[in-house]
């Protein structure tokens, strides 16, 4: 699908979502294009994974909601591209990008992140719990300023993945209907994807669907941390499985190798703890200032995938 000479389709991609985001007040006033998926991904799941059919028939469902939610999703994107390409011509890869623009989330990231770290920095506690309870599922009123710096991290490292690199690979690798199924995949994940008793058979496709998605997009995600780091590569080798996703670990292995902390560990959610590992078991506790660091590997990081972008238009 991008076939055409020099089309930059993905820097310039990067370069509106650096520049503008995705603005609250736009957010406020049409929402955001995933929210079309969690509408569909909402309406399957409530007719379809209802207690009285068996687990078989909710799986089967749930990969129905998926073949659906995908096919809908490249069909109307597929359909865009087209519509650009008689209208614009040679000049469509403008409207491509514009299109391919909110599939990505540099600067919403550094932004709900950054929060936390000036909260943290001005010593506001509190201000750093609730800026942090916006990014993060696990209970955080209680978290000490370490746990608040870890969990910024643990953040920004996993959402690398997820909000910039795998939009951004799957936007080079299949134009917009790659970036938006992405989306709608990673969108349908973090809703049904779970283990709990209500979503384990209905959202298995879902979680499945969404660690094929994200297996390059995570190495690679890693690799070009412990890049921007000038290191962290052999915490990231150690201890990329030590999570229980197969893909978190290794963006948030290489950003606690990188800074030398420890992430992970225990995590309370919903008044119970949960005994997960370390990662980075013999890097100390996170502080604001290495949130602040974090922040700047990541700046760095984006940086290091503008290149990539950039190289990808050059060489087509």
Same mark, same amino acid.
């Given at each position: 699908?991008?076939?055409?000479?020099?089309?930059?389709?993905?820097?310039?991609?990067?370069?509106?979502?650096?520049?503008?985001?995705?603005?609250?007040?736009?957010?406020?006033?049409?929402?955001?294009?995933?929210?079309?998926?969690?509408?569909?991904?909402?309406?399957?799941?409530?007719?379809?994974?209802?207690?009285?059919?068996?687990?078989?028939?909710?799986?089967?469902?749930?990969?129905?909601?998926?073949?659906?939610?995908?096919?809908?999703?490249?069909?109307?994107?597929?359909?865009?591209?087209?519509?650009?390409?008689?209208?614009?011509? &040679?000049? #469509?890869?403008?409207? /491509? $990008?514009? !299109?391919?623009?909110?599939?990505?989330?540099? *600067?919403?990231?550094?932004? =709900?992140?950054?929060?936390?770290?000036?909260?943290?920095?001005?010593?506001?506690?509190?201000?750093?719990?609730?800026?942090?309870?916006?990014?993060?599922?696990?209970?955080?009123?209680?978290?000490?300023?370490?746990?608040?710096?870890?969990?910024?991290?643990?953040?920004?490292?996993?959402?690398?993945?997820?909000?910039?690199?795998?939009?951004?690979?799957?936007?080079?690798?299949?134009?917009?209907?790659?970036?938006?199924?992405?989306?709608?995949?990673?969108?349908?994940?973090?809703?049904?994807?779970?283990?709990?008793?209500?979503?384990?058979?209905?959202?298995?496709?879902?979680?499945?669907?969404?660690?094929?998605?994200?297996?390059?997009?995570?190495?690679? &995600?890693? #690799?070009?941390?412990? /890049? $921007?780091? !000038?290191?962290?590569?052999?915490?990231?080798? *150690?201890?990329?499985?030590? =999570?229980?996703?197969?893909?978190?670990?290794?963006?948030?292995?290489?950003?606690?190798?990188?800074?030398?902390?420890?992430?992970?560990?225990?995590?309370?959610?919903?008044?119970?703890?949960?005994?997960?590992?370390?990662?980075?078991?013999?890097?100390?506790?996170?502080?604001?200032?290495?949130?602040?660091?974090?922040?700047?590997?990541?700046?760095?990081?984006?940086?290091?995938?503008?290149?990539?972008?950039?190289?990808?238009?050059?060489?087509?």
């Amino acid at each position: 699908m991008h076939s055409r000479v020099a089309d930059p389709i993905a820097l310039a991609a990067l370069f509106l979502d650096a520049a503008i985001g995705w603005p609250e007040r736009l957010y406020h006033v049409v929402g955001h294009p995933v929210g079309a998926s969690a509408r569909v991904i909402g309406a399957c799941e409530r007719h379809w994974n209802t207690p009285r059919r068996s687990d078989l028939t909710r799986r089967l469902l749930g990969v129905a909601t998926m073949l659906l939610l995908l096919a809908g999703t490249a069909l109307l994107a597929i359909l865009l591209e087209g519509v650009l390409r008689a209208c614009l011509g &040679s000049w #469509a890869w403008i409207g /491509t $990008a514009a !299109l391919a623009w909110p599939a990505l989330a540099q *600067r919403s990231l550094f932004d =709900h992140v950054g929060r936390v770290a000036v909260a943290l920095t001005a010593g506001h506690l509190p201000a750093a719990r609730r800026a942090v309870a916006m990014i993060v599922g696990r209970d955080t009123d209680t978290l000490d300023e370490a746990g608040v710096a870890r969990a910024g991290v643990e953040s920004l490292a996993e959402s690398f993945c997820d909000g910039v690199v795998a939009p951004l690979f799957w936007l080079i690798v299949a134009g917009l209907p790659g970036a938006w199924c992405y989306k709608a995949i990673n969108t349908a994940d973090s809703l049904i994807g779970h283990k709990e008793p209500r979503w384990r058979a209905f959202g298995w496709a879902a979680a499945r669907i969404d660690d094929a998605a994200n297996w390059v997009p995570a190495r690679l &995600s890693g #690799a070009v941390l412990c /890049t $921007a780091g !000038l290191g962290g590569w052999r915490v990231m080798w *150690r201890d990329c499985r030590r =999570h229980a996703s197969p893909n978190a670990g290794w963006p948030e292995a290489a950003m606690a190798g990188a800074l030398g902390i420890a992430l992970a560990g225990p995590i309370a959610y919903d008044g119970r703890m949960h005994a997960k590992p370390w990662i980075g078991h013999d890097g100390r506790a996170a502080t604001p200032r290495d949130l602040n660091r974090a922040l700047a590997i990541y700046l760095r990081g984006c940086a290091l995938l503008w290149v990539i972008a950039g190289v990808v238009a050059w060489a087509q």
